[in-house]
């Protein structure tokens, strides 16, 4: 009679070996949910610490990392787990990859709001309705982002726990080898924290070229004046940026990955005979750092959908027909070639800019309100919302859309541009012509 086919996750006969150092290292045979046999291991300093050992690497190897705690199993060993196991690059059962970015970023909000505030809780003690309470108490006394944030990576780790169960029965908690697992996603039925109204902030030219002044002509001079020594803040790369961000509508962390081969400029004839220089830009990248990388660049923006030509207007060809002039190439410290360099040669940190914005928007508030410019709502999306909001004025919201990268007209209505109106062929002439002399 042929032995019985081992049931998932269970362990076949297990070997101990003994290294010189006296570390026992005990071997088995188990199968996956694929019905592939795998041959975990592990180690210890006895038999049975090597043997516990073994059994969370054949957890581990069949996909059931819940490991066997029972109900006891805690929400922050379920983020650990979760963690470790759910985005693995070599893992054929991961259907779908996150950027290690993103999962940096689960790893954030796990390490510094589910842990603090839900850590110790029993996983089988989650119920909706205390979920629902903390996420609450975290949008008061966070933000409603952060309880939003938190409330996406919670159902995210309660919808793995659910999928390394491997059961069917009804209710929310089910017995099984490894203990009490979630059945029901207790999260899913939380409220979803009312996100605060979207504030339309819109700059026009006149307004924009102020705030280029203060920055190129006053921002130097008063600075000099209370630091005479000292480094002194790159007043032209944020001018330039604001101006390559109105010109390209990119992201905060799109405009400092445009390397040398991403411009193009073509001499167009003009009526009148004459030739002007247009330029245009591919928008196919964006500047990440995570914790095993470091600082980088992301060869696709924030969707690989949004890759796309645009023809900038004239102010922003401007500035970059001054980066690409004065850009030398550096395989070693730049192997990237993007224009948007340091001191040294190396690419900019997107973080570095947003301090810039951050330093002018402190250091120039009462000039700001003065113009009726809000210092705090004064971001590199604002510009964004302004592109969006000029060039579907003029152009009409289909051309925004395309400008801005978005898979629908409703994302740049709800989100970005508050009124289509017109049609027109081209995003940056409308552009021209809404911000005209700002690079005055």
């Known amino acids: 009679m042929a032995r019985p086919k081992r049931a998932l996750g269970e362990l076949g006969k297990v070997t101990y070996t003994v290294e010189p150092s006296g570390l026992v290292i005990a071997r088995g045979r188990v199968y996956d949910g694929n019905g592939h046999e795998r041959r975990p291991s592990g180690s210890g300093a006895t038999e049975a610490e090597a043997l516990v050992a073994l059994q969370e690497a054949a957890d581990v190897a069949v996909g059931r990392v819940l490991a066997r705690r029972t109900q006891f199993m805690t929400v922050a060993e379920l983020g650990t787990a979760w963690l470790k196991t759910a985005y693995h690059d070599d893992d054929p059962r991961v259907l ?18 589910v842990v603090p505030r839900a850590g110790a809780i029993p996983i089988a ?166 914790k095993s990388r470091g600082l980088f660049r992301q060869d696709s923006p924030k969707a690989e959908r949004q890759k796309r030509w645009v023809r900038v207007p004239k102010f922003a060809a401007k500035v970059l027909s001054e980066l690409v002039a004065s850009h030398v190439p550096d395989p070693e410290r730049n192997p990237d070639d993007v224009l948007f360099t340091t001191e040294r040669g190396r690419p900019r940190d997107p973080s570095a800019v947003g301090e810039l914005l951050r330093m002018f928007r402190r250091e120039f508030e009462p000039e700001l309100l003065a113009i009726g410019v809000d210092a705090e709502h004064l971001t590199f999306r604002s510009l964004r919302k302004a592109v969006a909001a000029a060039v579907s004025d003029t152009a009409g919201v289909e051309v925004a859309r395309d400008l801005l990268g978005h898979s629908s007209t409703d994302i740049t209505e709800g989100h970005y541009a508050k009124r289509p109106d017109l049609i027109v062929e081209v995003a940056a002439d409308a552009l021209d012509e809404a911000f005209a002399g700002i690079d005055v």
Do not use: C
């Not at 996406?152 to 309660?158: C, E, G, P």
């Open 96 to 113: 779908r990859q996150r950027r290690e970015q993103t999962v940096d970023g689960y790893a954030s909000v796990v390490r510094a709001h």
């Open 125 to 290: 003690e989650i119920t909706a309705d205390r979920a629902d309470g903390l996420l609450m108490d975290i949008a008061r006394e966070k933000s409603v982002t952060t309880a939003n944030k938190v409330r996406n990576v919670m159902s995210l780790m309660f919808d793995w726990a659910i999928q390394q169960g491997h059961f069917s029965a009804a209710g929310s908690i089910q017995q099984t080898r490894y203990g009490a697992v979630v059945v029901a996603n207790p999260i899913r039925a939380t409220r979803r924290a009312d996100e605060p109204d979207t504030v339309y902030f819109e700059l026009d030219a006149v307004q924009v070229k102020y705030i280029l002044h203060l920055i190129r002509d006053v921002w130097p001079e008063r600075h000099r004046a209370r630091y005479p020594v000292g480094r002194r803040p790159n007043y032209k790369l944020l001018a330039d940026y604001i101006l390559i961000t109105l010109g390209t509508s990119e992201r905060t962390a799109e405009p400092i990955a445009i390397r040398f081969q991403d411009v193009r400029f073509e001499a167009v004839e003009q009526p009148d005979g004459s030739l002007t220089m247009e330029a245009l830009v591919w928008v196919g990248g964006t500047m990440v750092r995570t």
